[in-house]
């Protein structure tokens, strides 16, 4: 085991007065939806707003209804249409025209049946967010009109796809989509060629594209996101936390998000930025995200010490609590906590007391320029922690070091202190975020993830997050 210089920690007060301050995402109801799923708790109803054998967009129109006797949580429930695609290297795009629910609220991902049948090689799979909520029983969702189209915008056919109905032009029950809820099959026949079966040990995912307009995007907190906004630590006395400086962009086609921090001197002048889950819900498995760190400011002078991060973290709930849990990636361009130059830490902690500072934590370090994109990958399972930059070991960290408890997910931007430049002429500097992602209790190597991105942007997807609340 190793520890990080004493100096580092103004930042554990930091992510949890930023964790602290964001509501937490409502929890699963008390009666559960596996309790659901074995009461038969769901039906879906269909109807197709374009009934033609082929046209430029297929629309299959759902209601979901709760039909058990429990509450079901939404964020637990799965709907697949299939269909057979026009050829096999043609890729379709998903849309949410309108629903009761809210489009943020629903969500869209396109799969492959390992076994293609005559009339279903593939499948749209509708999910929901943790912001669409539970249906009691006897409720339903609403009206969802929901369409896909190719992503060349070629008509389609869909007289031969299995789950297309051109007769139904008003909402019924239709078994000819399925409906999955905590994992179990409760409504509906699949083809033959569907397996549904999860993969061992987990596999829900979270990923986001960060296809947002700006920090003020209904989206953005509807998918789960937190932009901070309450002063604190860590960093210089004095700065606030910017929710305007947290900004979305395209680059090289893809969306981006990009955490700007700036300052002219002084601690009222200083700008930090941070982006996090509200909900504590990610504990073992895979997290990946692909940032950009910067060495120079984009204006004014350079010598800041300025912190670029990706991390994961829970709540100290007393000092030397031993189920506090933190794994970070922090690039320090300009040095600080001791160091003269560029550095890049990855930091597993196991607990800490701010006062007087006393630190647990094992760490792995790499003394050069980091700046531009990278891809950065962490892995927990039962017996170790792992760090992985650009498809490089970086780092294994021990047993000792594992969460005892969910964690929330985390980016941010921010000074340690004004020493590094003492200079009042203003700057800024900025870290980018293109994705991030996490599956839940499934340890992939980085080029297991690179396909998953890969496939989830070939499809269309910008958006999922199945990971149930703990």
Partial sequence: MSTRPTGRRTRAALALTALLGGAALAG???????????????????????????????????????????????????????????????????ACSWAVKGCSAVTGTFGTLAHPTATADRYLEIGFTASAGSLVPGADTGDMQLRFHRADWRTLRQSDDYSFGGAQTSYADWNRVTARLADATVWGTAPEGDD????????????????????????????????RSNSGGPGVPGAAWDPSKVTFSASDGDSVMNLETSTAGTGASTVHTEVLTRGMKFRNGTYAARVRFSDAPKYGPDGDRVVQTFFTINDLKAPMADDYAEYDFEYLPNGGWGEPSDILYTTSWETYDPDPWQAVNQHSESRRSFAGWHDLVVTIDDTAITYYVDGQHFGTHDAAYLPERPMSINFNQWLIDLDGQTSTTPRAYDQQVDYVLHVKD???????????????????????????AP
């Fill in 28 to 94: 699963l109801p008390a009666t559960t939806a596996a309790a659901a799923a074995a009461d038969g708790a769901l039906a879906v109803q269909y109807r197709t707003g374009s009934g033609g054998a082929t046209a430029d967009q297929s629309e299959p129109w759902f209601k979901v209804r709760n039909t058990g006797s429990t509450t079901v949580q939404l964020s637990q429930v799965k709907i697949r249409y299939y269909f057979k695609a026009d050829s096999p290297d043609t890729s379709y795009r998903f």
């Fill in 196 to 227: 549904q079966t999860d993969p061992p040990g987990g596999g829900q995912t979270l990923f986001d594209d960060f296809a947002y307009t700006s920090h003020t995007d209904p989206a953005l907190s509807a998918h789960g996101w937190s932009v």
């Fill in 442 to 468: 499934q340890v992939l190597t980085p080029a297991q993830v690179s396909a998953r991105i890969d496939a989830y942007r070939d499809a269309g997807t910008s958006f999922v997050d199945e990971v149930p």
